[in-house]
């Protein structure tokens, strides 16, 4: 079973930068892509950004292009976010996704994916 880690949340300014890390274990082999989405309070859960495990092709929410950068390391089963001049909006919990195994999509929907990690925090203040 795939279990997902995330770590790297916290408080920051607006403007400045945090990189979130999802860790995964577990049979990732036959899971084609990974995601994050995040939920404010009050709010669905929205994409954000996703990426193939093969090629690292990616695609971001229009609301964090060219501000958020998704990224994996193969070797140590591992993605990332980096997230530059962030804003209060982007205020919500931050949740790391596995899509389900031997599927094929845009890998944007909540349900293209049934592993999630436990979210972290992240919080901008204005």
């Known amino acids: 079973q795939v279990q997902l880690v995330e770590s790297g949340g916290g408080l920051v300014q607006a403007g400045g930068s945090l990189r979130l890390s999802c860790a995964a274990s577990?049979?990732?082999?036959?899971?084609?892509?990974m995601a994050w989405f995040r939920q404010a309070p009050g709010k669905e859960r929205e994409f954000v950004a996703t990426?193939?495990?093969?090629?690292?092709?990616?695609y971001y929410a229009e609301s964090v292009k060219g501000r958020f950068t998704i990224s994996r390391d193969n070797a140590k089963n591992t993605v990332y976010l980096q997230m530059n001049s962030l804003k209060p909006e982007d205020t919500a919990v931050y949740y790391c996704?596995?899509?389900?195994?031997?599927?094929?999509?845009?890998?944007?929907?909540?349900?293209?994916?049934?592993?999630w990690g436990q979210g972290t925090q992240v919080t901008v203040s204005s």
């Open positions: 996704a596995a899509s389900k195994a031997y599927t094929s999509g845009s890998y944007t929907l909540k349900r293209d994916y049934d592993i």
């Open positions: 577990g049979r990732t082999f036959n899971r084609e892509a």
């Open positions: 990426i193939r495990w093969s090629g690292g092709s990616t």
